[in-house]
């Protein structure tokens, strides 16, 4: 494989003025690099679960007109199959998609923790643990570019929520940072390499990400030794100056170069080096030659039929059984009354630039009838989820009259969209009603659930199985059918917990939609998110993180514990005692009985996933190193491993530990001992000490800056005027049709600053301008 080209790179840059050098640093077009000189140009396109390439320009949300593609199911799918093997052919088929439309850069994988269910955008990430989350990552990287495209992980970091999110402030301690937020990215970056890096929207403690040369020089590059490109997300840069003095070499989309005359002014007055430029250059150019080297190199067919049974199979694998009390598999000759419209127009992908046009959909309708005697009653709206009164008294009579009922759930699809968070993380209020009335005409029920996001569910253990699907992508209906009739097993294990009340999380003190700032969110839970929360206070969730069930049943053997160190390896023989082909998910926790600073109750360090036949035994090996054991030192900002007793917990869930183990660690460390938070979420004293300075106050909304968003202008007078004309100029360009892209649009064109419209006006707009209508608006708000 053609590796980075980094001499030739440089030669090629050598021979370009300043000038050229510069109009590498931003993006031809919405989804292109420049060409200049010899550079070529370098083609880039969404997205983490299936090509989303725009056939135009049209805009960077998914709201284009898209090619199709083959439609993987999301995220969340893909890290509840716990299968890193599996996730490396999910990688290869996108990159294979991607070659075959000339791209050179996928943008994805997503691997932002899912901080609160509520984020918009929680269907397009994959955990709330970034051990789950990174090494999920790091399969599907290694598999794209396993095909000769790169990938570009994002967004780097402190991306949590969408409101507000392309001005809000992340305000984060370091050491939650580090064990909790940065972690996945380390290690995605330290053991898959990917060619590029995306910088997110928000800023961090203060600084916009792709200003923050904390972020992306000391840590990014020099801690964990990345050496290919960082790039902006769309439309995020507020100081492309400050940026490439941070080492953002590329921002992206392009436009007509709107901030190339600020930047040769700054080489100029010498406040930025010359050498800067040309480090960015070189990393853009040895990209882009990457990019064509191996795009020269490689085939651009793919089978499409193949990539349908892999989205297939990766469906089933990453379906989670919550409950069942056995009527799961369906029995294969008795009547079943399928009910839910998602049954027949299924809810498989989420709304936003994750979006793919797929080439072809599967009904889980169509799958059933054609395996079983089946009967259908849509019941709801599938766009409302309202249900008639005839709808109801239809369902409940097919219900009544079969021997056996599917009932499908799919939330509308404007509920899981990027740009918008979910004020509503119960389960519609319909849908509720409607289970109870099937699930009494038919106790025989089992409730699918077609989702982006874990949902308050209070009727959990009513119908006799609950599967959650999620989103599945193109194939969920065929797979969804696959696993019901228990062809397959449903493979998946929560890779987040489901909340029995998600008012109770300490992360709902501080999320958009449940009150808090517009400009700033205080992460004052600090490590205490998903299971490390429900653990650590003895709060029971609806289900566990790690929670799922199969088919067959599993023995666990005795582990056996080797510690040389701080290295340890845990083996442990799981045998299949039962009838079918199955899998198990082993996973590692870590849990410190004496440190002397807080720690969570438990953490996940390790997992591996085995599939066995009946009878058949395997060992399992899962190896630890210091880090599973090391908490970041803030005074002396290192990892440090205290010495002494631990326990390994081996599990098949956060809260169905099958064995556990005392080990002895060594290590001379000395951990600079920090009292602990006592609560949940942290008050005003124990935010200030961890984050080791005063709270920073919220800035307000006024005065305007390049900062303050289009809904922002609503403050005053004269902004109110401007904002209905932007309103209505921007109102036209939304796409006709499509209720739920609408509204996300609406909503991200809102949330947009004013600095991202001088991009989006394609230089109409200048920057020059913009200072002086904002100054202009301040003067008239006074
Ligand atoms: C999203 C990115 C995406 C980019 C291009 C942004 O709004 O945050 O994830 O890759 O647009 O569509």
């Given amino acids: 494989m053609p590796k980075l080209d980094t001499e030739r790179a440089a030669h090629l840059v050598a021979r370009l003025s300043t000038k050229e050098r510069i109009r590498l640093l931003s993006g031809a077009t919405m989804w292109s690099t420049e060409t200049v000189g010899d550079v070529p140009s370098v083609s880039l396109s969404n997205g983490p679960n299936g090509l989303g390439k725009q056939a135009s320009d049209a805009d960077h949300v998914g709201g284009g007109d898209l090619i199709p593609a083959t439609c993987f199911p999301s995220a969340s799918v893909l890290a509840s199959t716990w299968d890193e093997p599996l996730l490396e052919r999910v990688g290869a088929a996108l990159g294979r998609e991607a070659r075959a439309e000339g791209v050179g850069v996928l943008l994805g994988p997503g691997l932002n923790i899912k901080r609160h269910p509520g984020g918009g955008r929680v269907f397009e990430y994959f955990s709330e643990d970034p051990v789950v989350s990174g090494r999920v990552a790091a399969a599907l990287v290694r598999g794209v570019q396993s095909e000769g495209v790169g990938t570009s992980v994002k967004h780097f970091a402190g991306n949590n929520q969408e409101t507000d999110r392309m001005r809000l402030d992340s305000v984060i301690d370091e050491r939650t940072l580090r064990e909790i937020y940065l972690r996945g990215f380390e290690i995605v970056v330290r053991e898959s390499a990917p060619w590029t890096v995306m910088t997110s929207y928000n800023r961090l403690n203060g600084e916009h990400t792709g200003e923050s040369e904390w972020l992306i020089t000391r840590i990014l590059r020099e801690e964990w030794g990345f050496e290919g490109l960082v790039m902006s997300d769309w439309m995020a840069v507020h100081d492309r100056v400050q940026g490439l003095r941070a080492g953002l070499d590329l921002e992206m989309p392009g436009g007509p170069g709107v901030w190339d005359d600020r930047i040769a002014a700054a080489v100029d007055d010498g406040s930025l080096a010359a050498d800067s430029i040309e480090a960015s250059a070189q990393r853009v150019a040895s990209l882009a030659l990457r990019a064509r080297a191996e795009a020269e190199s490689r085939p651009r ?86 249900v008639s009164d005839t709808g109801l008294a239809e369902a409940r009579d097919a ?53 982006g996001a874990p949902l308050e569910i209070t009727w959990a253990d009513e119908p006799a199985a609950l599967v959650e699907a999620y989103l599945g992508g193109q194939a969920s209906g065929s797979a969804l059918a696959d696993v019901l009739l228990g062809d397959v097993e449903p493979g998946g294990r929560l890779a987040e917990s489901f909340p029995i009340r998600t008012a109770d999380l300490p992360a709902a003190r501080n999320f958009p939609t449940s009150g808090g700032s517009r400009t700033q969110t205080q992460y004052r839970e600090g490590l205490h998110v998903g299971y490390r929360f429900h653990d650590t206070f003895g709060v029971a969730p609806r289900f566990p993180f790690g929670h ?57 360090e390790a997992f591996a996933k085995v599939h066995l036949a009946p009878g058949h035994t395997r060992s399992v090996r899962l190896a630890l190193d210091e880090r599973a054991f090391a908490i970041w030192d803030v005074a002396s900002s290192r990892w440090l491993v205290e010495g002494g007793r631990y326990e390994v917990r081996i599990g098949a869930s956060s809260r169905d530990i099958r064995a556990s183990a005392h080990i002895e660690i060594e290590s001379a460390d000395r951990v600079t001992a920090v009292p602990g938070p006592i609560g949940p979420v942290a ?21 305007f800056t390049v900062d303050s968003t289009i809904d922002d202008l609503r403050a005053t007078w004269f902004g109110r005027r401007l904002h209905s004309m932007v309103s209505r ?39 020059d301008t913009l200072d002086r209508v904002i100054r202009v608006l301040n003067a008239l708000s006074r």
């Fill in 683 to 703: 008050d005003d004293h124990e935010f200030e000490r961890a984050l080791g300075r005063p709270i920073p106050a919220a800035a307000g909304i006024l005065p």
């Fill in 301 to 386: 067919t793919y089978d499409r039929e193949a990539h349908h049974a892999l989205a297939r199979e990766t469906a089933a694998a990453g379906t989670v059984l919550l409950t069942n009390d056995g009527m799961l598999p369906l029995h294969p000759r008795a009547s079943l009354a399928v009910i839910g419209a998602a049954a027949e127009h299924p809810r498989f992908q989420g709304v936003g630039s994750a979006a793919v046009n797929p080439w072809r959909v599967d009904t889980l309708l169509d799958a059933l009838r054609d395996r079983a005697n089946t009967t259908y009653s849509p019941a709801y709206d599938p766009r409302t989820s309202e």
């Fill in 548 to 604: 799922g069930l199969g088919y067959t049943t599993f023995a666990w053997g005795v582990p056996v514990v080797t510690v040389t160190g701080t290295d340890v390896i845990v083996e442990i023989d799981i045998t299949n005692t039962g009838h079918r082909l199955g899998s198990e998910v082993v996973q590692l926790y870590v849990h410190d009985p004496e440190s002397s600073v807080h720690r969570p109750d438990q953490t996940l």
């Fill in 399 to 451: 219900a009544a009259a079969a021997d056996q009922v599917v009932l499908v759930l799919g939330v509308p699809g404007g509920a899981e969209a990027e740009g918008v968070d979910r004020s509503e993380v119960t389960m519609p209020e319909s849908f509720t009603i409607l289970v109870r009335e099937i699930v009494r005409a038919n106790p025989r029920t089992a409730v699918v659930l077609a989702n």
């Fill in 729 to 767: 100029m921007l109102e036209r360009q939304l796409p006709a049709g499509d209720d739920s892209m609408s509204a996300m649009m609406r909503a991200v064109i809102s949330g947009m600053p004013l600095r991202a419209m001088v991009v989006a006006s394609g230089g109409k707009l200048t920057l």
